[in-house]
C-alpha cells in the first residue's frame, strides 16, 4: 500500500518446492490453514512468525515427517508420494537441520556425516569418511572430526548437522529454527555457515526468529500468524513497508525497527 | 549339637557338578531370552496390530505368574495338552527363556521408547527406511541404557534358577537339597548351599555395578 513492491530476485527460476493450499489438522486443532507458497531454484525463503503459528509444521510437511490433511506439497513439480517407500526418495533430495541438532550421540562428528551415504546410498565406508572430512572443513570442524557430540558446543553441533544434511546432495536444505537452542555467542557462526551455503546458490527454507539474517540472506519472507499466511514478499518489503497490520505488530514485539 | 562339615567336602564333585548346570542354565536362557526379548520388543513396536498383540499377551502373561508355576506348568501341563516332552533340564530351561525373555521384552521396549524421537526423524531425514534408522540409530543407543537392566536381570535370573529344582534338575539347589535329604546334615548343607550361591552370585553383582557406572548415561 506504501513503497511499490520490489520484484522476486528468483521469479526466473523455477520451483522446486510448491506449497498448493496445505491444510494440517491435529485433532480439531488448525495447525496449517490453506498456506499457499513457493520456493524457486537457489532462493532463501525465510518462515517467519509467532510460536506455534505453523512454520516448522509447513517444514515438517515438506520432507513428509508430517503427513497433510489436504492440499499438495510439489517437489521438483511432482506432488510428495503416500508410499513411505517413494517418499524416502525424496526425502533424500532434501537435507534438514533441527533446532535440537540431533546428532547421533554415538558417532563421531565424521561417522555423523558419513552415515548417511553409507546407509542410504551404499557408499563405503572410506569413501563416505573423505567425503565427510571435505563437507567438515566446509562448516570449519575439520579438527573436531574426531569428536563426539558431547564434546561440541551447540553451535559445533549444528554446523555437523548442516554437514551431515549436505552429505546427501540436497537440492534444497530445510532449517528448522537453526539458531533458537544456541547460546548467543555460538549463533553467528551457524548463520555465518547458511549465509555461506546461500551465497553458493544453495535453495533454502529457514524457519527463524533471527530478523537481521531474514532481512540481510532472504530473497522471500513469509510471515506466519495461525496457520495462514499473513503477508509474503521481498525482505525489504517485509521488514522497510510490511503491508499486513499482524507483521508490523509481530516485528514490533520483537523490538525490530529497521 | 555336632556340626559334621565333613559332609560338604565329600560331596565336593556332585556340588561342583550342580554348580556347573546352575552357571549353564543362567547362560542358556539368557542366550535365548535376549535375542527372544529383542524380538519380542520389535513386535511390539512394530505397526502390525496382530504381532504387536501377540507380542503384548506373552510378555503380560509371563511376567505376571510366578515363576515356580511356570515350572510346574512346562513339567506337568505341557507335556499333556502340547504332548510336548523334554528332560527336565530342557523343561526347566524352557520355563527360565518363558519368564525372562518376557522381562527383557519390557526391558528392550523401555529402552527403545527412551530415545528421542527426533533421532528417527534425523535419521530419515537423510533418507533411511525405519527399520535402517532403528538398526543403526535407536538399537545402539537403546543398548547402552538396557545394558544396566540387563545385567540386574542376569544375577536374578542366576539365583532364580535355584527354582527348577523342584521338577529334579540337577542343579546346585537341588544337589544340596538331595544330600540333604539322604544325610539328614540340614544345617550344613544349607549353609554350604548359601556359601556357594553367595560366592558365585557377589562377582556377578560386583561385576553389574562396574557395567552400571561404565554404561550411565550421560546427557
Request: glycine share 6%; proline share 5%; hydrophobic share 50%.
Amino acid at each position: 500500500m506504501s513503497s511499490p513492491t520490489p520484484a522476486r530476485k528468483g521469479a526466473d527460476q523455477p520451483p522446486v518446492v510448491v506449497y498448493d493450499n496445505v491444510r494440517k489438522l491435529y485433532g480439531d486443532f488448525v495447525a496449517l490453514d490453506g498456506v499457499t507458497v513457493q520456493v524457486n531454484k537457489g532462493e532463501v525463503m525465510c518462515l517467519i512468525g509467532p510460536s506455534g503459528s505453523g512454520k516448522s509444521t509447513l517444514l515438517r510437511c515438506t520432507n513428509a515427517l508430517e503427513t497433510l490433511s489436504g492440499g499438495r506439497v510439489l517437489i521438483d513439480g511432482v506432488p510428495l508420494p503416500a508410499d513411505e517407500r517413494d517418499a524416502r526418495k525424496v526425502r533424500q533430495k532434501m537435507g534438514m537441520v533441527f533446532q535440537n541438532f540431533e546428532l547421533f550421540p554415538h558417532k563421531s562428528a565424521l561417522d555423523n556425516v558419513a552415515i548417511g551415504p553409507v546407509t542410504v546410498l551404499g557408499m563405503s565406508e572410506a569413501t563416505a569418511r573423505e567425503r565427510a572430512m571435505v563437507l567438515l572443513e566446509k562448516v570449519g570442524l575439520a579438527a573436531k572430526a574426531h569428536n563426539f557430540p558431547s564434546g561440541l558446543s551447540g553451535g559445533q553441533q549444528q554446523r555437523v548437522a548442516i554437514a551431515r544434511a549436505l552429505a546427501m546432495e540436497p537440492e534444497v536444505m530445510l532449517f528448522d529454527e537453526p539458531t533458537s537452542a544456541l547460546d548467543p555467542e555460538t549463533i553467528g557462526e551457524v548463520l555465518n555457515v547458511m549465509k555461506r551455503l546461500a551465497d553458493e546458490g544453495m535453495t533454502m527454507v529457514v524457519v527463524t526468529h533471527e530478523m537481521s539474517f531474514a532481512r540481510r540472506v532472504a530473497n522471500w519472507v513469509v510471515v506466519f500468524d495461525h496457520g495462514k499466511v499473513v503477508e509474503q514478499g521481498p525482505p525489504e518489503q517485509i521488514f522497510d513497508a510490511p503491508h499486513a497490520e499482524r507483521t508490523r505488530d509481530f516485528l514490533s514485539h520483537l523490538g525490530w525497527n529497521g | 549339637m555336632n556340626l559334621d562339615w565333613s559332609i560338604v567336602w565329600d560331596h565336593r564333585s556332585e556340588l561342583l557338578h550342580g554348580a556347573m548346570l546352575t552357571v549353564l542354565l543362567t547362560v542358556l536362557t539368557m542366550a535365548v531370552a535376549v535375542p527372544a526379548g529383542i524380538v519380542l520388543a520389535l513386535m511390539r513396536l512394530s505397526n502390525s496390530k496382530p504381532l504387536a498383540f501377540a507380542s503384548q499377551c506373552f510378555v503380560e502373561f509371563f511376567r505376571n505368574l510366578p515363576l515356580i508355576l511356570v515350572v510346574y506348568w512346562a513339567f506337568y501341563v505341557m507335556p499333556v495338552f502340547l504332548h510336548i516332552e523334554f528332560s527336565a533340564f530342557t523343561t526347566g530351561l524352557v520355563a527360565l527363556c518363558l519368564n525372562v525373555s518376557a522381562y527383557n521384552a519390557e526391558t528392550f521396549r523401555a529402552g527403545i521408547n527412551s530415545i528421542r524421537k527426533g533421532q528417527t526423524e534425523a535419521a530419515m531425514s537423510v533418507g533411511m527406511s525405519r527399520w535402517q534408522a532403528m538398526r543403526t540409530v535407536v538399537v545402539p543407543q537403546a543398548w547402552r541404557r538396557v545394558l544396566p537392566v540387563l545385567a540386574s536381570t542376569w544375577v536374578s535370573l542366576f539365583k532364580d534358577t535355584s527354582l527348577v529344582s523342584v521338577i529334579a534338575v540337577g542343579e546346585l539347589a537341588h544337589v544340596a537339597l538331595q544330600i540333604r535329604s539322604s544325610s539328614f546334615r540340614v544345617l550344613e548343607m544349607l549353609t554350604a548351599m548359601a556359601v556357594i550361591y553367595w560366592l558365585m552370585g557377589y562377582p556377578q553383582a560386583k561385576l553389574v555395578d562396574w557395567v552400571q557406572k561404565k554404561f550411565e548415561v550421560k546427557e
